[in-house]
């Protein structure tokens, strides 16, 4: 978690307020024309809810940066649990293919050696190939 919430607050808003002007305002294959006033429009399919959008992220910013210390503490031992599992899964299948790969060298070492017996045998049966 970041040391100091605060510092980016503002940073962050804006940044998520861009990001969703530029995507209400571009066109895309579900809105063809955009949904907000781009630059050849005055105004798009949204029109006004663009201003009501923007407040919504706002408050939703707003929220975040009131979140108690014991939220910021819930959610860090949550990002810790995950981390933990996510660990504890990489090193089972890593166990799991090592298994797999020793297994497949003793197989491929005995049928290597069942192939060497037969050649030595064809060799000593009829002589020289």
């Not at 895309?28 to 105004?43: A, C, D, T």
């Not at 014991?70 to 599992?85: N, P």
Request: charged share 35%; glycine share 10%; aromatic share 4%.
């Amino acid at each position: 978690m970041n040391r100091y919430p605060h510092a980016l607050n503002k940073v962050r808003q804006e940044a998520v307020v861009r990001m969703v002007r530029r995507i209400l305002h571009s066109p895309g294959p579900w809105w063809p024309g955009g949904l907000g006033p781009g630059p050849s429009k005055k105004r798009g399919v949204l029109g006004g809810d663009v201003e009501r959008i923007e407040a919504e992220l706002n408050g939703l910013v707003e929220r975040r940066a009131a979140q108690t210390a014991e939220q910021r503490r819930v959610e860090d031992l949550w990002a810790q649990s995950v981390r933990r599992d996510r660990e504890r899964r990489r090193e089972e299948n890593r166990a799991a293919w090592h298994s797999f790969h020793r297994h497949m060298q003793e197989l491929h070492a005995t049928l290597s050696e069942e192939h060497r017996t037969k050649a030595e045998g064809l060799i000593v049966a009829g002589g020289e190939p």
